[in-house]
């Protein structure tokens, strides 16, 4: 993303412009990992247009497979802690931070609520595709596809249409 530049302010600008035209709405992505997007650009982004702001992850197949050396299609990467590695070097391949992780991270960074940060992982990725009336809500006729969070905003379970597909190992017991 290009800086803000007082004479071409970027995404900046247009997220806090006052021309657009009616019944238009601007959804833009950032990547709350805790690695790509510095806490106080979140913030700014927050702030300045809450409403269009989707969570994504930048998570590459190597999410859950753990610290260490993995291939992944062609390329061969190291996992340290979130972050994903070209093997070898110490450039970035990608995240594997999944959205709960982006969600508590958005959350500590923006001091927004926790009905925000979770409306900006669902309903607001929904509205962007179109699919607000079947996806990113609990409305009845929708699809039924949700998560369980507990207090901490871990996922505890997940529910596709309805039907569990899976849950945590404690809330097994």
């Known amino acids: 993303m290009l800086p ?3 004479r071409d302010p970027g995404i900046v600008g247009l997220l806090t ?3 657009l035209p009616p019944g238009r709405h601007i959804f833009y992505g950032m990547i709350a990992d805790g690695t790509h997007t510095n806490p106080a650009a979140l913030r700014i982004a927050h702030r300045a247009h809450p409403q269009g ?3 994504v992850t930048d998570a590459v197949p190597a999410l859950g497979l753990g610290d260490g050396r ?5 390329q061969e990467v190291e996992v340290d802690g979130l972050t994903a590695y070209v093997a070898g070097t110490k450039t970035l391949s990608g995240s594997i931070a999944p959205m709960d992780v982006c969600v508590r991270h958005f959350l500590q960074a923006t001091g927004c609520s926790v009905e925000l940060a979770l409306e900006a992982a669902s309903l607001h990725p929904a509205q962007l595709l179109g699919l607000e009336k079947r996806k990113g809500t609990l409305d009845f006729g929708a699809d ?3 998560v ?3 207090d901490s905003l871990h996922v505890r379970a ?3 249409s309805g039907e ?4 945590a190992e404690e809330a097994r017991q």
């Open 4 to 6: 803000f530049h007082h």
């Open 17 to 19: 412009s006052d021309r």
């Open 53 to 55: 702001l989707v969570l």
């Open 70 to 74: 993995h291939t992944l299609g062609q």
């Open 144 to 146: 039924a596809d949700f």
């Open 148 to 150: 369980v969070l507990d």
């Open 158 to 160: 997940t529910y596709i």
């Open 164 to 167: 569990l597909v899976w849950q």
